[in-house]
């Protein structure tokens, strides 16, 4: 993958410093892990970023920025992966895990009108609660591994391409 694209889009790493949620963190935020992209670093911010995103939680990127400083993925790219469930996209996400959910369970799907609010989730979870869950879980694992795997062939493939690129001009 190209570092100057994915630099293009994330942001600048004293925003993310400065954000009032991430203080919790304190000084960890200065390890220079956290801001590299190579290989191993952003191949784990997409694992972490792809897995946050369908966990039916609040303060995602919270919890990313956690699991980025835990495994020493790239924080900004695990942070701006968390959107891709954002209040737009959420209802089909949660929809489809609640599709796998009933799959994997063996039940048949309910009826429901999806609301996206606390009270909504709290009150299905008797309901549509076991599949959901599972749901979220089995894509978030999927996905994740799924973002890991990619990222981490497609950044080789490309470097390898570089390098018979400059042995042929050689």
């Known amino acids: ?30 390890d220079a892990n956290l801001w590299s992209l190579n290989r191993r670093s952003v191949s784990k911010a997409f694992a972490i970023g792809l897995f946050m995103a369908f966990v039916p939680v609040p303060f995602q990127m919270v919890f990313a920025a956690g699991l980025a400083i835990l495994f020493k993925g ?13 209040p737009i996209t959420i209802p089909p996400i949660f929809y489809f895990c609640y599709f796998i959910g009933t799959i994997l369970m063996g039940v048949p799907e309910q009826e429901f009108a999806f609301e996206l609010s606390w009270d909504w989730f709290v009150s299905s979870l008797s309901t549509v609660g076991g599949p959901f869950l599972l ?36």
């Open 1 to 30: 993958m190209p570092k100057k694209l994915i630099k293009r889009y994330l942001p600048d790493h004293q925003t993310i410093k400065s954000n009032k949620h991430l203080q919790i963190f304190g000084d960890v935020l200065h």
């Open 74 to 86: 790239n924080l900004p790219l695990s942070i701006a992966l968390v959107w891709i469930s954002n």
């Open 135 to 170: 749901g979220c879980a089995a894509c978030s694992v999927f996905f994740s591994t799924l973002g890991y795997f990619t990222i981490n062939f497609l950044w080789r493939y490309q470097v390898t391409r570089s390098w018979k690129k400059r042995l042929h001009r050689n």
